[in-house]
C-alpha cells in the first residue's frame, strides 16, 4: 500500500488540474456564452504586464511556502490563494498550539486540517459578504469608516501575534532576519512583499545554519 | 444587452468556482481527519485545530472582504468575488485588474462598460494567476522528499531550520510594518504609528495571554491567544486612530 504522503500527493495533483480547468473555464464559458472574444493583442498586452509581478512571486510562493505548508495544505493552499495573508500564518499557529512539527505525518494532517478549515471559513465570509451583506458592508470596509484602519492594519497585527511566540522560543535566530529586513526596506522602501520574503528567509536561514554549526541555535 | 457582470450567468459561473473550492477543502479535511486518527492524534486536538482555524480566518477573511468591494466599481461584484475565492491574494488581485485595464487605457477607478475590456480583464486575471498550478502538481514531491529526507537525517537541525524559515517569513512582514512604505495616495498603508503600535499591541496581547495560560494551565484556550491577539491589534489601531490627532496616527514615516 501508498504511504500517506504518496497518496496525498496523487489526490493533490488531480484536484489542482481540475482547478487548473475549473478557472480557464470561467472566462472561456463567459466569452461563449455572450459570443464575445476580447481582442487578441490586448490581452496578450495585459497579460505581459502582469506576468513579471505574478509568475516570478509564484516561483518564490511555491519554493517558500512548500516545505511550510505541508503536502496537503500546499496544494489547498495554492488553489485556494491567500497564502500569505492567511492560510499560512493560520497553519503556522495551529501546528505551534499543536504542538508538532512541519515535515512529520501530524503536521502534514494538522497543517491539511488548518488549512481546509480556513479555506471553507474564507469561502463562505466572501460569499456572505457579497451576497448577504452587501448593502452594509461599505459601514466596515469604506476608507472613511472607523473600522477601516484595523482592515489596513491586519498584516502587523497577523505577524505580530505569530512572531510573539516564536521569538520568545527562538529569539537568538530572530535578529538577523529582521534586521537584515529593515535595512534592505530602508534602501529599497517599495520592494516587493514577495522578493523581501524570500530575502528575509535566506537570512534566517544562513544565520540560524551559522548559529547551529557554532552550537548557539 | 443584460448586465453581463452581475448578470444570472456569472453568478451561476461564481457558484461553480465556489462549490469546487469547498468540495476540495471538504475532502483533504475527511482525508487528514483520517489519517490523524490512524496515527493516533486525538479527535479532540484535530477539533481544536478545526476552531482555532475557523476564529483566525475570521478577520483576515473581512479583509479579504473588503478587497472585493475596492474591485467593485470598476469590475462589478462577482468577477473580484471568483478572483479572490480561488489562487486570488488581496495583493495581487488589484494589480492585476489594474495592469489588464491599463492595457485597454482604462483604469479601476473607472466603470468597464465594454463586455470585451470585461472579458479581457478575466482572461489576464486568470492567465497571470494560474502559474502556481502549474508547477505544485510537477515539483512539489520532489521538492518535499528533499526536505523530508533532510529531516529524517537530523532532527535537531531540521527542527531549527523550520524554525528559522518561519521567523524569516514573520521577518519580512514585521520589517513591512517598520520601515515600508505605501502607495503615494492611500493614508495608512505604510509604516508609521498605527503599524508600529498594532504589531507591539499584538505581540504584547500574545506575551499576555500565553503566560497566563500557563500559569492558570488553561490548555484549551491557548489555541484563541494568537486570533484574539490579533484582534485586539485591530482593536487598538481602531482607537487610536479616533482618539489620537490624524496628523500623529496616521503618521507614516516612509509614505
Redesign the interface.
Known amino acids: 500500500m501508498k504511504s500517506?504522503?504518496d497518496r496525498?500527493?496523487v489526490?493533490?495533483?488531480i484536484?489542482?488540474?481540475?482547478?487548473?480547468c475549473?478557472?480557464?473555464?470561467?472566462?472561456l464559458?463567459?466569452?461563449i456564452?455572450?459570443n464575445?472574444?476580447?481582442?487578441f493583442s490586448?490581452?496578450i498586452?495585459?497579460?505581459l504586464?502582469?506576468?513579471p509581478?505574478?509568475?516570478a512571486?509564484?516561483?518564490v510562493?511555491?519554493?517558500?511556502y512548500?516545505?511550510?505548508l505541508g503536502?496537503?495544505g500546499?496544494?489547498?493552499s495554492?488553489?485556494?490563494?491567500?497564502?500569505?495573508?492567511?492560510k499560512?500564518?493560520?497553519s503556522?499557529?495551529?501546528m505551534?498550539?499543536?504542538e508538532v512539527?512541519?515535515?512529520?505525518?501530524?503536521g502534514?494532517?494538522?497543517t491539511?486540517?488548518?488549512?481546509?478549515?480556513?479555506?471553507?471559513?474564507?469561502?463562505?465570509?466572501?460569499?456572505l459578504?457579497?451576497l448577504v451583506f452587501?448593502p452594509f458592508?461599505?459601514f466596515?470596509?469604506d476608507?472613511s469608516s472607523?473600522?477601516?484602519?484595523?482592515?489596513?492594519?491586519?498584516?502587523?497585527?497577523?505577524?505580530?501575534?505569530?512572531?510573539?511566540?516564536?521569538?520568545?522560543?527562538?529569539w537568538k535566530?530572530?535578529f538577523v532576519?529582521?534586521i537584515?529586513?529593515?535595512l534592505?526596506?530602508?534602501f529599497v522602501?517599495?520592494?516587493q512583499?514577495g522578493i523581501?520574503?524570500l530575502?528575509?528567509?535566506?537570512?534566517?536561514?544562513v544565520?540560524?545554519?551559522i548559529m547551529?554549526k557554532k552550537g548557539i541555535? | 444587452m443584460e448586465n453581463f457582470k452581475e448578470g444570472a450567468f456569472i453568478y451561476i459561473l461564481a457558484s461553480g468556482v465556489v462549490l469546487f473550492v469547498i468540495v476540495q477543502s471538504l475532502f483533504f479535511l475527511i482525508k487528514s481527519w483520517k489519517h490523524g486518527k490512524e496515527i493516533g492524534l486525538t479527535s479532540k486536538k484535530m477539533t481544536e485545530t478545526v476552531t482555532a482555524s475557523a476564529v483566525f480566518t475570521i478577520a483576515p477573511a473581512i479583509s479579504i472582504v473588503a478587497t472585493v468591494i475596492a474591485l467593485t466599481k470598476a469590475l462589478g461584484i462577482v468577477l473580484p468575488w471568483i478572483r479572490l475565492s480561488v489562487i486570488g491574494n488581496i495583493a495581487y488581485e488589484t494589480t492585476a485588474a489594474e495592469a489588464a485595464l491599463e492595457a485597454f487605457g482604462k483604469t479601476t477607478a473607472q466603470t468597464v462598460t465594454d463586455i470585451k475590456d470585461f472579458s479581457a480583464v478575466m482572461w489576464v486575471m486568470t492567465v497571470g494567476s494560474m502559474l502556481p498550478l502549474i508547477l505544485v502538481p510537477i515539483f512539489l514531491k520532489k521538492i518535499q522528499s528533499k526536505v523530508g529526507s533532510a529531516t529524517a537525517k537530523n532532527a535537531k537541525w531540521a527542527d531549527t531550520m523550520a524554525a528559522a524559515a518561519f521567523i524569516g517569513l514573520i521577518a519580512a512582514f514585521i520589517a513591512k510594518a517598520i520601515a515600508g512604505s505605501g502607495k503615494e495616495d492611500i493614508r495608512g498603508d505604510g509604516a508609521g504609528v498605527l503599524s508600529v503600535v498594532t504589531l507591539l499591541t499584538s505581540i504584547i496581547f500574545m506575551l499576555i495571554l500565553e503566560t497566563l495560560c500557563k500559569k492558570f494551565k488553561l490548555k484549551w484556550f491557548e489555541p484563541f491567544a494568537m486570533p484574539l491577539s490579533m484582534i485586539c491589534g485591530m482593536c487598538v489601531a481602531v482607537i487610536l486612530a479616533e482618539a489620537l490627532p490624524p496628523d500623529i496616527a496616521f503618521l507614516e514615516w516612509r509614505g
Open positions: 500517506y504522503f496525498v500527493h489526490w493533490g495533483r484536484w489542482t488540474v481540475s482547478a487548473l475549473v478557472i480557464i473555464c470561467v472566462p464559458l463567459f466569452c456564452h455572450y464575445s472574444w476580447p481582442p490586448g490581452v498586452k495585459g497579460i504586464a502582469v506576468i509581478l505574478y509568475w512571486s509564484a516561483v510562493e511555491v519554493l517558500s512548500a516545505p511550510l503536502a496537503g500546499t496544494y489547498l495554492f488553489v485556494t490563494g491567500n497564502i500569505t495573508n492567511l499560512l500564518p493560520c503556522i499557529a495551529a505551534d498550539s499543536a512539527r512541519p515535515n512529520t505525518e501530524e502534514e494532517v494538522i491539511t486540517i488548518a488549512v481546509a478549515t480556513s479555506s471553507i471559513v474564507t469561502t463562505v465570509i466572501i460569499a459578504g457579497v452587501r458592508l461599505h466596515v470596509t476608507d472607523v473600522f477601516a484602519p484595523a482592515f489596513q492594519q491586519v498584516l502587523p497585527a497577523i505577524f505580530g501575534a505569530i512572531g510573539a511566540s516564536y521569538f520568545m522560543k527562538h535566530i530572530s532576519p529582521i537584515i529586513g529593515v534592505v526596506l530602508v522602501p517599495t520592494l512583499i523581501l520574503i530575502i528575509t528567509i535566506v537570512a534566517s536561514l544565520g540560524a545554519q547551529y541555535a
